[in-house]
C-alpha cells in the first residue's frame, strides 16, 4: 500500500491563480480530510468527507472547494489563491473518524505570492 | 465541538517517563480520546486512542480517569525521537479539531 499520497511536494502560485491540491489513498478508507497548518501553529479542519459523493465544512472551509467522486479520491480546489493561504496541507484518511486512527500524508508546501 | 486543554509546553529527561496531561471535561459517553503527535514539519503520527479503559500498545499507555474528563498519554522511556508537539483530540460529529498540543522537549 502507497498509503495517503500528496501532489505537489511543493507549489509557488500567484495571487489570484487557481490550482487543486491531490489527495489519494488505496486503503479504501470511507473517511478524508483536509487540514492547513500555518508556521507554530496546530493543524485546522478544511473541509472532509464521510464517503463518497459527501463532503462537509470544517473550520476553515472559505476559499477552498472539495469534491469526493471516488472513495480514492478528494482533490482540494483553490479558486483564487491569495497570501493567506500560504500554508503547508496535509490530507488525513481513516476507515471511520471517531473508532479508526488516521494516516496522514506528507504535505504540500503552497506559497502564494 | 469537544474542547481539550494541554499545557502548551513540558520537559522531560531522556530515559525517563514523559506523562502528558489532557483535560477534556465536556466529552460525551461515546467519544474517544485520540492521542497523535507531530515531529517537527512531517504529517501526524497516530500513537493511541481509548474510551474508558487504559490501553497500552508499543508506542505509549493511556490512562484515562474514571469520570472520563481527563486523560494522561505516558511515554514510558522518553528518547531525543520523541521530542514532538502532541495532540489530544476527542472527536465529535466526525469532525477531527486539532488544538494547539503539547510541545514536548526531551533533554539529553
Known amino acids: 500500500n502507497a498509503g495517503v499520497t500528496q501532489t505537489p511536494k511543493f507549489q509557488v502560485l500567484k495571487t489570484g491563480q487557481s490550482m487543486t491540491l491531490q489527495c489519494a489513498q488505496d486503503?479504501?478508507?470511507?473517511?478524508m480530510s483536509w487540514y492547513r497548518q500555518d508556521p507554530g501553529m496546530g493543524l485546522r479542519l478544511i473541509h472532509y468527507?464521510?464517503?463518497?459523493?459527501?463532503?462537509d465544512q470544517g473550520e476553515v472551509p472559505n476559499g477552498y472547494n472539495v469534491s469526493r467522486s471516488t472513495t480514492e479520491d478528494f482533490p482540494l480546489r483553490l479558486l483564487s489563491a491569495a497570501p493567506s493561504q500560504t500554508s503547508v496541507y496535509f490530507c488525513?484518511?481513516?476507515?471511520?473518524?471517531?473508532?479508526?486512527?488516521?494516516?496522514f500524508g506528507p504535505g504540500t508546501r503552497l506559497t502564494v505570492t | 465541538d469537544a474542547k481539550t486543554t494541554q499545557p502548551p509546553s513540558m520537559d522531560c529527561a531522556e530515559g525517563r517517563a514523559a506523562n502528558l496531561p489532557c483535560n477534556h471535561s465536556?466529552?460525551?459517553?461515546?467519544?474517544?480520546v485520540y492521542w497523535y503527535r507531530q515531529i517537527h514539519s512531517q504529517g501526524p503520527q497516530y500513537i493511541i486512542h481509548?474510551?474508558?479503559n487504559n490501553e497500552t500498545n508499543e508506542m505509549a499507555s493511556l490512562i484515562i480517569t474514571e469520570d472520563r474528563k481527563s486523560s494522561t498519554l505516558i511515554l514510558p522511556h522518553a528518547t531525543l525521537r520523541d521530542t514532538a508537539v502532541y495532540y489530544c483530540?476527542?472527536?465529535?460529529?466526525?469532525?477531527?479539531?486539532f488544538g494547539k498540543g503539547t510541545r514536548l522537549h526531551i533533554l539529553p
Open positions: 481509548g474510551l474508558k
Open positions: 468527507s464521510v464517503g463518497a459523493g459527501i463532503t
Open positions: 483530540i476527542v472527536i465529535r460529529d466526525d469532525k477531527i479539531i
Open positions: 486503503m479504501n478508507h470511507e473517511y
Open positions: 488525513a484518511s481513516s476507515y471511520s473518524p471517531a473508532t479508526y486512527e488516521q494516516y
Open positions: 465536556t466529552i460525551s459517553g461515546n467519544e474517544y
